[in-house]
């Protein structure tokens, strides 16, 4: 939580945690004794609406009442309903409720200690006696004693990750991109893969396509956009659902009824994967790293703007260090929590003295030796996007005449590093102009 702005308080509030306190308590009452035993009070919730379900649930479980998927209670909140049922689908068990218990009740540890130095801090500067601001100690010592009583947040970590990879089913991922898979295995569990691309080469689409493969797959895809809105995001992926080209769905006035009814109808079969998929935009570092956990893969779009939110500790590390630490937390998280993370990466085009249109790692933004951290490392080339800059260096790069027609649907994927097999190599997939959803080999 280093370097977060904390005068907004959802810095100091974790609302997904809230929720699978409640889901997980509901769906078993079993779990009530040990969450209540951490020990975690009503008053330890942030939100009101959860604060409120766990006072009500606590007091029929003290009453000895049933507690199990309650949906009706005598002096219920009007949106009781609704409220304990997103809880239960926010969670697929019961089994991690101390975990999310814990969690809520260090953070609301954080806020008490927030609010006390605060309070300290404007005493020291007023003309209270001495004794006045050294009784500031003993609440602090009595939030010690609470803590040390709570838990040990290193092995609670560690008993929780370990969980994690014992509970992950280990079926394939995919990218959908068959001659892709043969090359790289699939999207492997405690994978790092970075996928650079320069700009208007598909970046973000080929990742909202991986999405779209993986959630028919059945897994838990977490994507974390630094350019587009939530909004827009799932916009796009309907439209590649639908078959829709991205200029009309920028403006949606130009599309016809039949193509509006082609949207909708994506969106809602969207709406059948939404425990599966969770869209966030601009979200903080520290809270997206309390959550990726919970996902099969993780897709970070991408790696630069996501940097420049997160203030280093040190103010004056270079950007170099800033991307390579981002990177290494990244790579450590991935291999604790058992899933595969894809993060997107702006290269620089090479200079204008220069004809190259194929892309190298050297091209990475503020993070030149990027394949360091990563295992695998795919780059994206779509040539119709070099013909208007240089048509000549494209024939002559792709050993192309004059005469060959280079088709607008041909794009590269370069895998530049391959820890799981061979690296160095082009794989040819196409691409629809208009929809940018990708498929396997071009055809002219």
């Not at 895809?221 to 590649?240: P, Q």
């Not at 937390?329 to 003295?353: M, V, W």
């Not at 800059?389 to 649907?409: G, L, T």
Request: glycine share 4%.
């Amino acid at each position: 939580m280093n370097n977060q702005d904390i005068t907004n308080p959802l810095a100091l509030a974790n609302q997904e945690a809230e929720m699978a306190v409640i889901g997980s308590i509901l769906l078993d009452a079993n779990k009530i004794g040990a969450v209540k035993n951490i020990p975690l009070l009503p008053s330890d919730f942030f939100m009101p609406n959860y604060r409120n379900a766990y006072r009500i649930i606590l007091e029929r479980w003290d009453l000895g009442m049933p507690t199990d998927k309650i949906l009706t209670v005598n002096n219920a909140p009007e949106n009781w309903v609704d409220l304990v049922t997103e809880c239960m689908e926010s969670v697929p068990g019961s089994e991690r409720a101390v975990y999310y218990g814990r969690l809520v009740k260090e953070l609301s540890l954080r806020r008490k200690l927030y609010t006390e130095t605060e309070n300290l801090a404007k005493d020291c500067l007023s003309d209270l006696p001495m004794e006045d601001l050294l009784s500031y100690t003993n609440k602090f010592d009595e939030l010690k004693k609470l803590k040390d009583t709570v838990f040990d947040l290193d092995e609670l970590s560690d008993q929780a990750f370990e969980w994690i990879k014992q509970n992950k089913i280990d079926s394939e991922m995919k990218t959908g991109l068959a001659e892709l898979d043969d090359q790289i295995g699939g999207l492997r569990r405690q994978n790092l893969i970075v996928i650079g691309g320069w700009s208007s080469h598909c970046k973000s689409a080929l990742m909202q396509n991986l999405v779209l493969t993986n959630l028919k797959l059945g897994k838990i895809v977490y994507y974390y956009s630094y350019e587009l809105s939530a909004k827009i995001v799932y916009t796009r992926m309907a439209g590649i659902e639908a078959g829709l080209p991205i200029y009309k769905l920028m403006s949606p006035r130009n599309l016809s009824v039949e193509e509006e009814e082609r949207l909708a109808s994506a969106k809602v079969s969207l709406l059948q994967y939404k425990k599966n998929l969770i869209v966030r935009d601009y979200f903080p570092y520290h809270l997206m790293m309390n959550e990726i956990w919970k996902a099969d893969l993780v897709i970070i779009d991408y790696l630069q703007p996501l940097v420049e939110m997160t203030v280093p500790e040190n103010k004056y590390e270079s950007k170099y260090d800033q991307h390579k630490n981002t990177m290494l937390s990244l790579r450590k998280s991935e291999t604790k929590n058992n899933n595969c993370i894809i993060i997107g990466s702006q290269l620089t085009y090479p200079d204008s003295a220069t004809t190259r249109i194929i892309p190298l790692i050297s091209d990475t933004r503020d993070c030149k030796d990027i394949g360091n951290y990563a295992d695998i490392v795919l780059l994206n080339n779509w040539p119709k996007k070099h013909i208007v800059r240089n048509e000549k260096a494209v024939r002559k790069q792709m050993h192309k005449s004059n005469d060959d027609f280079i088709p607008e649907n041909e794009f590269h994927i370069y895998i530049a590093k391959n820890n799981n097999g061979q690296s160095d190599t082009r794989i040819d997939v196409s691409i629809n102009p208009e929809t940018l959803k990708f498929t396997n080999k071009y055809s002219v």
